[in-house]
């Protein structure tokens, strides 16, 4: 305990020698020289930047034993480490703001986005999205919070008693959490790919064949059969045995039917394996209705709602993916899912 309070007489004594406008040292007066501002100035940096990581630290330190103190029970006791914040916070206001450090900032910038958490007892799920003005949304139960980066943790306050945290460092596969309901390590957060609004086309190869595929596209947006906007000879990857993916923007106008036309072919002619319209981190193709203008052969395992059946590849013969005639060119619409479609 003695070197405990040794330290605390230290961090003391340097906070009221920082403070100089109580000691009266080192004021700022107007017929002070350049030379001198500038060596009080230099001098004052020097003493923040020792005092402060000793102060965040000896916080922090306070702060963990008001969280210990508060779980036993003991309300005096966090009341008084609360007090002695406040005092501490009062004197050296500068030295406690939150400046971010490089541990921080890589924190912040894998936690900024969408974070699926589930309890391991499958009890609660949702999806949390990271906003960098320390606002957290969620999908289910309370629908705002705030976030703080905490030594050990991402604290997510939910208001009143509610609150979870994600366990440091942060894995965007699997993050560890604990939880008001539940306690240590209950749950587990994931990180979600961030897909932007846009429109993706799966080129086709035709399986081990790889003797098809679309080499060009026009793509046409309609809102109540009014076209309103067209992208024209659109050339599409396309590599034996690959499923190539293509994106494109969307429109900035509602509409409510895409109509995509293969303008060219490679081999003995074309087709797709999918087409989805990402919205909001959704794929609403999957829900469209699919119209197509022909059939390879007229046969069903080539068929036009196999372009929203979610199989993206084409490796498998007869397997996830359109075709047309032989040697015909020919165009597949998606109509029919959310007409409030933005950008
Ligand atoms: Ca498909």
Known sequence: MKSCYSTQFLIWAALLFFNFSVLGL????????????QARSDFQKQ?????????????????????KLGAKGDIDGAKAVQDEITRLKSIAPDSLENEPNSKDATTEKVLLGKWSFEKKDRSYSAIWTFQKDGIVLSNNGTPRG??????DVVYINWGGSAWEEFVLPLNPNSTEC???????????????????NCLVIWNQHNA??????TKKVNIIFYDNNQEINKIENQELKWEKGKDCKNTFSLPDKEFDKVRVEIIE???????????????DGENIALKSKVSV???????NDYSGDRLIDGITSSSAEGVGFWLLHDKATGWCELSDFNKT???
């Open 208 to 213: 081990h064949h790889d003797d098809r595929g």
């Open 341 to 343: 479609v933005k950008k």
């Open 293 to 299: 203008s022909g059939v390879f052969s007229n046969n």
């Open 265 to 279: 072919h490679i081999g003995l002619s074309g087709g797709l394996s999918e087409i989805e319209i990402w919205k």
């Open 26 to 37: 080192a004021e700022e007066k107007k017929d002070d020289s350049p030379e001198l501002s």
């Open 146 to 151: 705030n976030w703080e980066i905490r030594k």
């Open 47 to 67: 003493v923040k930047t020792m005092l402060d990581p000793i102060t965040k630290k000896y916080i922090q330190r306070l702060e963990d034993l008001k969280k």
């Open 178 to 196: 604990n939880s008001h309901v539940g306690g240590s390590k209950c749950g587990v957060a994931k990180k979600k790919t961030s897909t932007e």
